[in-house]
């Protein structure tokens, strides 16, 4: 399963578990099941369903239908593996029209905010529309929270609700669709909370954790990669420069300390400035060995000027 069909598992477990113990006032259940009907796929007189991949979604919304008007809806499973709910009767669907405020005569489709009655009613309104026309996508990939919506009108009032609770979403159209959107993890998890998906939360609170921990480890080795790169390629640098004094001039014009210097480079390519320093018979500090390593190397670049000139 994904991760957004686990996210709305839990809200709707949630919002079955606080209406049966009684913990939800009626207003927020009326504005919960007006959410289903308002932002599902159909929600007019002339036509009213919902077709979703969830089955328990499938099933809030047809038992809705049920106890609004008194018959079950028609269901049935399509080709594609999608549930789909259909209320058939005209007068079952001018019932629930009229149930939430409407005439059947409406041009488009808007949110009646004279159902939000209680401090609760948002976060119920906002957990039915995720339920009908919103997703989310798994944290490990990205953070990505939406809601899909098919006229403009019924999508800005939505922007309107979520910036009243303090989550101004953004808006893109899409594919003929109006979206509004999330993309940091922050507005993701404080909505996710509101609409009582809280072990959701809590999941992609710890991923985020994980991946900036990852991140924090990948920088870091990729600054010491970095670091042993350019350790590696200046000793190469200083062992060439040796190899180039020895064959010239020998080691033996260098001066004892950079000549014993010259050795103990040579002979561990991979010791550090701070290592070289330490295995001298007199140990030096890491410029000191810097400072030593740097006359080598004009010494060579010296070495090598009188090379060019005498084949010039």
Partial sequence: MSFSTDVKSELVKYALSVRESGQMKPCCMQTETYALFLFCRAFSAGEMGLKTEHKDIAD???????????????????????????????????????????????????????????ENCRAALLRGAFLTSGTITDPEKDYHLEFVLGT?????????????VGLPPKYVQRNGAHVL???????VEDLLTLMGATEATLELMGTKMYK???????????????????TFDAAYRQIEAIRYIEQKRGL????????????????????SLKELGENLSEPISRSGVNHRLQKIMEYADELRLIEKNKKS
């Fill in 60 to 118: 809030l919304y047809a038992s809705a239908v049920r106890d609004m008007t008194g018959h079950r809806p028609k269901r049935e499973r399509t080709a594609g593996g999608k549930y789909r709910v259909v209320v058939e009767d005209p007068i079952g669907r001018q019932a629930i029209l009229s149930e939430f405020g409407y005439s059947g005569n409406e041009v488009n489709r808007r949110l009646n905010t004279g159902l939000l009655q209680c």
């Fill in 252 to 271: 033996q014009s260098l001066s004892p300390e950079l000549r014993e210097l010259a050795k103990l480079r040579v002979e561990n390519a991979d010791y």
């Fill in 181 to 187: 959107y999330y993309k940091d993890s922050e507005s």
């Fill in 212 to 230: 900036d921990m990852r991140n924090r480890v990948n920088r870091r080795m990729n600054f010491e990669n970095a670091n042993s790169t350019r």
């Fill in 152 to 164: 403009k009108s019924l999508c800005m009032d939505l922007s309107g609700l979520l910036t009243e």
